[in-house]
């Protein structure tokens, strides 16, 4: 079992930034495809960022390139999302989620495990 928690999420105002933090526990961390995708109201999950277990590859969706920013701690059982330049259409529920097919996937079944979801606001 893994457990994943989000933090980080809260109001803010068009150009801000807020960090997205998610803490993972249970099965090896180190290993791990770690994911950050968002889901507004009356839409379906989407794709935001990914990364590998050793932080050298990430995949960005296109909307988010050259705002967000993901990385990871593995000695802190860690993965962050800077997120910058934020947009009011930025504003949804943002999940972390981990898993171990060894690919960096943008899609939601390539993840075994997914936190509660951390609410991010961006008001204009």
């Known amino acids: 079992q893994v457990q994943l928690v989000e933090s980080g999420g809260g109001l803010v105002q068009a150009g801000g930034s807020l960090r997205l933090s998610c803490a993972a526990s249970?099965?090896?961390?180190?290993?791990?495809?770690m994911g950050w995708f968002r889901q507004a109201p009356g839409k379906e999950r989407e794709f935001v960022a990914a990364?590998?277990?050793?932080?050298?590859?990430?995949n960005y969706a296109d909307s988010v390139k050259g705002r967000f920013t993901i990385s990871r701690n593995n000695a802190k059982s860690t993965v962050y999302l800077q997120m910058n330049s934020l947009k009011p259409e930025d504003t949804a529920v943002y999940f972390c989620?981990?898993?171990?097919?060894?690919?960096?996937?943008?899609?939601?079944?390539?993840?075994?495990?997914w936190g509660q979801g951390t609410q991010v606001t961006v008001s204009s």
């Open positions: 249970g099965r090896t961390f180190s290993t791990s495809i």
């Open positions: 989620a981990a898993g171990w097919k060894n690919i960096i996937a943008t899609v939601t079944y390539a993840y075994d495990y």
């Open positions: 990364i590998n277990w050793s932080g050298s590859s990430k």
